[in-house]
Nanobody, 124 residues
Framework: QVQLVESGGGLVQAGGSLRLSCAAS????????MGWFRQAPGKEREFVAA????????YYADSVRGRFTISKDNAKNTVILQMNSLKPEDTAVYYC?????????????????WGQGTQVTVSS
């Protein structure tokens, strides 16, 4: 099993920044990629960004490319999502996820492990 613990959510004004962290523990040797998803009330969970376990390859949703940056601290097994130029439409619960293969990274159903989620609220 792999345990994922998110932190860093909160309330910010439009145009501001937040930094989310996801610490992975347990059988991390089985993980090949990690991702961030978000879910707003009444909407489906949607892909935000993903990164290979090595940290060399990154993937972004069109809606956040250029504003969000995903990175990995390999020494701490922690994935970071730096969110800049936040918009009210970025408001959602953000979830960290891990998967055993670096395939189909955009599909939530393909991920094997999930964190508990952290709320991000962007006020206008």
């Amino acid at each position: 099993q792999v345990q994922l613990v998110e932190s860093g959510g909160g309330l910010v004004q439009a145009g501001g920044s937040l930094r989310l962290s996801c610490a992975a523990s347990g059988r991390t040797f089985s993980v090949q990629a990690m991702g961030w998803f978000r879910q707003a009330p009444g909407k489906e969970r949607e892909f935000v960004a993903a990164i290979s376990w090595s940290g060399f390859r990154t993937y972004y949703a069109d809606s956040v490319r250029g504003r969000f940056t995903i990175s990995k601290d390999n020494a701490k097994n922690t994935v970071i999502l730096q969110m800049n130029s936040l918009k009210p439409e970025d408001t959602a619960v953000y979830y960290c996820a891990a998967k055993k293969r670096e395939l189909r990274l955009y599909e939530a159903s393909e991920y094997d492990y999930w964190g508990q989620g952290t709320q991000v609220t962007v006020s206008s």
